[in-house]
């Protein structure tokens, strides 16, 4: 810290503080460990939280579909179909998957929203996908 305020200080000084060289400069260092990250494999454990949802589609004649989900990632599944939720639009899951990752090279985490229908068979009420290598080497997060 107190190289940084030197260095902040020598630019008050010279009258360049406006040019943000600071600011540049931890882009660049940002840049280095990116990098760095993308050549070295590093095994993760990914956990995921399914919480809620709400105001589901319908896809039953005369009623609320009767939702569970399907979650997946890297060849791992977890399939909720015998834990469905009858006649529900806002089911409540509080449940958590997890699933071995190697970044970068990990899939997709893939989200299903299924309704269940034992004679017609089983419809699909919502899909999501996402992408765990945009979180894990971004800067935000």
């Known amino acids: 810290m107190a190289a940084r305020a030197k260095l902040m200080s020598k630019m008050r000084d010279l009258g360049i503080e406006h040019l943000k060289l600071t600011k540049h ?3 660049l260092e940002s840049e280095v460990i990116l990098k760095k990250q ?3 494999q590093k095994k993760c ?3 995921a ?3 809620s949802g709400f105001d589901m589609a319908s896809r039953d004649i005369g009623s609320a579909s009767d939702p569970y989900i399907v979650i997946e990632c890297n060849n791992k599944t977890y399939d909720e179909r015998s834990n469905y939720q009858l006649n529900e ?3 409540t899951f509080f ?3 997890e699933f071995e990752g190697i970044f970068p090279g990990t899939s997709p985490l893939n989200i299903k929203v299924m309704d ?4 017609f068979g089983d ?3 919502g899909t999501t996908s996402l992408d765990l290598e945009d979180r894990y080497f971004s800067m935000d997060w």
């Not at 269940?116 to 004679?119: A, R």
């Open 25 to 27: 400069l931890c882009n």
């Open 38 to 40: 993308l050549l070295d």
């Open 45 to 47: 454990m990914i956990r």
């Open 49 to 51: 939280y399914v919480i």
């Open 89 to 91: 639009p806002n089911p």
């Open 95 to 97: 449940k958590s998957y």
């Open 116 to 119: 269940y229908d034992d004679i």
């Open 123 to 125: 419809d699909l009420i």
